[in-house]
């Protein structure tokens, strides 16, 4: 190969493989919302983004939250903690397509406010997008504010070695004491 060919095969092969990556993180930065700061991504890593719905059942024949700890006289509450199994779904509705389970626990962890610590595994469905890999989501929620961000810590199957963030929504306009609904958009990078 002459050295002009030899460049040109380089340059097509750095298109060919960059392309996709290119696009795919130019787009997910697009779906940002403008206050969220990402720091500057190397371009090899592919941001991928869900988005669900996730329902609080609390009370009722069925209930998906339950209280796993009951401390008596701590301050504001320390201590107080539940376990979840909860129905992520497709739309803000919890008779909309299920797309998988958000099972772990919540707590109140602070003495200030009602800032909580969160341990969740999000399941998705087997059949579904995500074919039954998990995302790990492990922070602070100060269940006060109408939108929160945690950080996801790992994954299994299509998300190993996932990082990335959370922000969570509370939809207070279609919520109940009995139903809680928060929407969720995950972003996460992949290797
Ligand atoms: C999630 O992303 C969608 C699309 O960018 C946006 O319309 C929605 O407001 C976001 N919701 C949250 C909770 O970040």
């Known amino acids: 190969m002459s050295h002009s060919h030899t460049l040109r095969f380089l340059f097509l092969f750095f298109c060919l493989i960059h392309a996709p990556l290119f696009s795919s993180s130019s787009q997910q930065e697009q779906e940002q919302q403008p206050h969220i700061m990402l720091p500057s991504q190397p371009t090899q890593k592919k941001l991928t983004t869900l988005h669900f719905y996730y329902h609080d059942i609390l009370e009722g024949e069925n209930p998906t939250v339950v209280q796993i700890i009951d401390p008596s006289n701590t301050p504001n509450s320390l201590g107080t903690t539940f376990m979840m199994d909860n129905a992520l779904t497709e739309g803000p509705e919890l008779s909309s397509k299920q797309v998988g389970r958000a099972q772990g626990m919540f707590g109140l962890a602070s003495i200030q406010d009602r800032g909580m610590v969160m341990l969740i595994n999000f399941a998705f469905s087997e059949e579904g997008e995500y074919k039954g890999?998990?995302?790990?989501?492990?922070?602070?929620?100060?269940?006060?504010?109408?939108?929160?961000?945690?950080?996801?810590?790992?994954?299994?199957?299509?998300?190993?070695?996932?990082?990335?963030?959370?922000?969570?929504?509370?939809?207070?306009?279609?919520?109940?004491?009995?139903?809680?609904?928060?929407?969720?958009?995950?972003?996460?990078?992949?290797?």
Do not use: C
């Open 133 to 191: 890999s998990t995302l790990s989501m492990l922070g602070r929620n100060p269940v006060m504010d109408t939108v929160r961000e945690m950080p996801i810590v790992g994954g299994t199957r299509l998300f190993r070695f996932a990082s990335g963030f959370a922000i969570a929504k509370s939809l207070w306009s279609i919520s109940t004491e009995q139903h809680f609904v928060v929407e969720y958009n995950i972003t996460i990078s992949l290797p």
